[in-house]
């Protein structure tokens, strides 16, 4: 295979990952330097063939027009309304993409919707979602100032169960899609599901909080989510010391955050599939 061909196929891949994970793979951002592979006479016919497959492959690309890749978060938002990947599509209500400011000085991520997400296409609207709104009203943040609220899955798991593997993996692209659009100063995964995917571990929440961890060289605190908070009140002192933790880091990493204020978004308008 000849370098131009190698070339052409990296494109084309490029191209995919971009329009299925919806903004431009950091890990696919240089292309690597290709050489012709040398080809003996024996295995000169395939080698052609090869060629003649990439030509094809190239030319309807060649022709059309680039794809249209999702750079805002409404676009995201339109993706996710329309996405089928997994079980949890068929029985969903309304999507739940997210909900916040656009330039987020933090951003919360959980699990998944629940039945009042579901019902309202709103993030953490219910009895948990009353207790995170006080909890980051107790370290100067709120979703329609300075942070992003947002979930793993976007559709709500039946019963309120744990997503599955397969299911937070499905929405995986949009999570990273909209991590790398917001770009946001720091990341506070509330419990098991969130922090386990976001830091590729299978270590429990009890041992993860407590202290930072990074995510793609953003600072990242673990708690307990506030629905384990309802059910056990006596996580809500280590989870009060987490925010306390959070929020000394934060005061450093951005001073005055407590003051900013930017543009709020929820993707209410957007139609539901």
Same mark, same amino acid.
């Given at each position: 295979?000849? %370098? =131009?061909?190698?070339?052409?196929?990296?494109?084309?891949?490029?191209?995919?990952?971009?329009?299925?994970?919806?903004?431009?793979?950091?890990?696919?951002?240089?292309?690597?330097?290709?050489?012709?592979?040398?080809?003996?006479?024996?295995?000169?016919?395939?080698?052609?063939?090869?060629? +003649?497959?990439? =030509? +094809?492959?190239?030319?309807?690309?060649?022709?059309?027009?680039? +794809?249209?890749?999702?750079?805002?978060?409404?676009?995201?938002?339109?993706?996710?309304?329309?996405?089928?990947?997994? =079980?949890?599509? +068929?029985? #969903?209500?309304?999507?739940?993409?997210?909900?916040?400011?656009?330039?987020?000085?933090?951003?919360?991520?959980?699990?998944?919707?629940?039945?009042?997400?579901?019902?309202?296409?709103?993030?953490?609207?219910?009895?948990?979602?009353?207790?995170?709104?006080?909890?980051?009203?107790?370290?100067?943040?709120? #979703?329609?100032?300075?942070?992003?609220?947002?979930?793993?899955?976007?559709?709500?798991?039946?019963?309120?169960?744990?997503?599955?593997?397969?299911?937070?993996?499905?929405? #995986?692209?949009?999570?990273?899609? =909209?991590?790398?659009?917001?770009?946001?100063?720091?990341?506070?995964?509330?419990?098991?599901?969130?922090?386990?995917?976001?830091?590729?571990?299978?270590?429990?929440?009890?041992?993860?909080?407590?202290?930072?961890?990074?995510?793609?060289?953003?600072?990242?605190?673990?708690?307990?989510?506030?629905?384990?908070?309802?059910?056990?009140?006596?996580?809500?002192?280590?989870?009060?010391?987490?925010?306390?933790?959070?929020?000394?880091?934060?005061?450093?990493?951005?001073?005055?955050?407590?003051?900013?204020?930017?543009?709020?978004?929820?993707? %209410?308008?957007?139609?539901?599939?």
């Amino acid at each position: 295979m000849t %370098a =131009q061909e190698k070339n052409t196929l990296y494109s084309l891949i490029k191209t995919v990952s971009d329009y299925c994970c919806g903004y431009s793979s950091p890990d696919l951002s240089i292309p690597p330097v290709f050489t012709d592979d040398p080809v003996s006479p024996a295995a000169a016919p395939a080698a052609a063939k090869v060629s +003649a497959a990439v =030509q +094809a492959a190239a030319a309807p690309q060649a022709a059309a027009p680039a +794809a249209s890749v999702p750079v805002t978060m409404q676009d995201i938002s339109r993706k996710i309304a329309s996405c089928m990947r997994c =079980q949890l599509a +068929a029985g #969903r209500t309304h999507v739940v993409p997210g909900e916040g400011v656009l330039h987020p000085v933090v951003l919360v991520i959980g699990e998944g919707p629940g039945h009042d997400e579901d019902v309202t296409g709103r993030p953490f609207v219910g009895p948990a979602g009353q207790l995170l709104d006080k909890m980051l009203a107790a370290i100067s943040l709120d #979703r329609h100032r300075n942070c992003f609220i947002g979930n793993v899955v976007k559709c709500r798991p039946p019963h309120n169960r744990d997503p599955e593997p397969a299911e937070s993996q499905a929405c #995986r692209a949009f999570l990273d899609a =909209q991590i790398h659009l917001l770009k946001p100063a720091m990341i506070l995964a509330v419990g098991r599901i969130a922090s386990q995917l976001l830091l590729n571990t299978q270590t429990g929440i009890g041992a993860l909080r407590g202290s930072f961890h990074q995510y793609n060289s953003i600072p990242l605190l673990a708690t307990y989510h506030p629905s384990a908070l309802l059910r056990n009140a006596d996580l809500k002192r280590p989870a009060w010391e987490d925010l306390k933790l959070f929020r000394t880091r934060l005061q450093t990493i951005v001073p005055g955050y407590e003051t900013y204020t930017d543009t709020f978004y929820t993707p %209410a308008d957007v139609q539901q599939a």
